[in-house]
């Protein structure tokens, strides 16, 4: 078989829709694949037919140009398919099931994937702990914007859905699991929120949305959301969140009329690198929204950071912002006994109890971050409209999976 449609980045800006090769169970070389990968065969891996693969604000770092990332670089780590061809050594799935994949790439064989720290496997990529599909230097795997992609430790790292007829007609709300609902969640749960907790999420984006309903699902009282983006408030809105307008007053003021106080019980940082100051067209100031977090956060509090974080960024503010050194107020989260969880979200950790809880109705996630389906062709408007501010999760349908599939 040859021939497969798939996104890739071209410059900063601009992405296409191009045809690559059909993928193998053997790594081939390609713009970002490390040179010590190619030729990495991979017995242990199957090849989906894509059924839904989504647009996310970290890809969307690169598109600015605000990574290393190569040309023809092939986008794309949220992924959600069915199983076309499997490899020689997978035992525990069929032709035909229906998966969803976890943006990590992991051994399961490394001390860190044993001890569920799959964001850190060992063995995956040759530059640093962690890999993932389509992105500047995480080993060169290959991106799952397309309608085929190969996945190495299938039987490690796929989530099966038990039934493939009930997974298509939830397969929205389903394909939210590969990443932003249990980044979210990570966000959450790391932040300490819980029953009767007061959660305040940094970013309206799809990761921030998705903290919020995290929060919401954990029993936080009120969870709060801010942003400077008026319709992705509106959406936090939608939900049943509490907002604040970042570029309309002091933060601790707006959540002071809102709880009484002007502190939370636990903090999500959905934001990352590319944070603006708070107010009215405010510029990049990368430590903005960590700095924010301490001071608002109650002593004894926690933050959780799913929001992206680089060790090298081009369009950087200055000098310390483009190798990833920022001006952090630790002595303010030192002095207040804060603790912080950064990193990759460990999806595994997470993946199934929310899909169960997808299943059984008991979150509706595709409504929380407004997904939206469009086909592989409209990737490039997709993205240009995310840049925009768009209020929206885009999700890519190769083969035409979710023609009449609505959100639950």
């Known amino acids: 078989m040859s021939g497969n449609r798939a996104v890739a980045y071209l410059k900063p800006g601009t992405v296409e829709v191009r045809t690559i090769d059909h993928p193998t169970l053997e790594l081939q070389d390609g713009p970002g694949v490390a040179p010590e990968n190619v030729g990495r065969k991979c017995r242990h891996g199957v090849i989906l037919k894509v059924l839904a693969t989504n647009i ?32 020689p050594d997978v035992e525990a799935l069929e032709v035909g099931d229906v998966v969803s994949v976890p943006f990590n790439i992991a051994c399961g064989r490394c001390r860190n994937c044993k001890e569920r720290k799959t964001g850190i496997c060992l063995n995956v990529n040759p530059a640093r702990p962690g890999a993932a599909y389509g992105y500047v230097d995480m080993g060169g795997w290959v991106g799952g914007q397309a309608e085929f992609v190969m996945v190495p430790y299938a039987d490690f790292n796929l989530l099966r859905f038990p039934d493939p007829d009930a997974a298509r007609a939830k397969l929205l709300d389903l394909t939210m699991l590969s990443d932003i609902f249990p980044t979210g969640f990570h966000g959450a749960v790391t932040s300490g929120a819980g029953v ?8 309206a984006g799809p990761v921030g949305l998705a903290a919020a309903a995290s929060a919401q699902l954990l029993g936080a009282a009120v969870v709060i959301v ?3 983006n008026a319709e992705r408030l509106a959406q936090a809105r939608s939900f049943g969140c509490e907002t604040v307008d970042l570029t309309a007053g002091s933060l601790e003021d707006q959540i002071a009329q809102i709880l009484g106080e002007p502190e939370v ?3 999500v ?31 004894g509090g926690a933050l959780g950071i799913p929001g992206l974080y680089v060790t090298d960024d081009p369009g950087g503010v200055d000098q310390d912002a483009r190798a990833g050194t920022l001006k952090v107020r630790l002595g303010l989260g030192w002095a207040k006994s804060h603790r912080f969880t950064t990193g990759q979200c ?7 109890a929310l899909m169960k809880a997808i299943l059984h109705e008991k979150v509706q996630i595709a409504k929380a971050v407004n997904a939206t ?15 925009q501010g768009a209020s929206r999760k885009y999700v890519l349908d190769p083969h035409g999976a979710l023609a009449g599939v609505r959100a639950i």
């Open 373 to 387: 389906v469009i086909g592989l062709e409209d990737a490039p408007r997709g993205y240009a409209e995310f840049d």
């Open 265 to 267: 019980d636990a903090a």
């Open 226 to 228: 801010g942003d400077l």
């Open 56 to 87: 996310c604000g970290s890809d969307q770092h690169m598109v600015r140009g605000r990574t290393t990332a190569p040309e023809g670089l092939v986008l794309g780590h949220e992924i959600t398919g069915e199983i076309v061809e499997r490899g």
């Open 196 to 203: 009767g907790s007061t959660v305040y999420v940094a970013g």
């Open 346 to 352: 460990p999806v595994m950790q997470y993946h199934h």
């Open 269 to 299: 940082d959905a934001v990352g690198f590319e944070a603006r100051a708070h107010g009215e067209d405010s510029p990049e100031a990368p430590a903005t929204v960590l700095n924010a977090l301490m001071g608002v956060t109650r002593a």
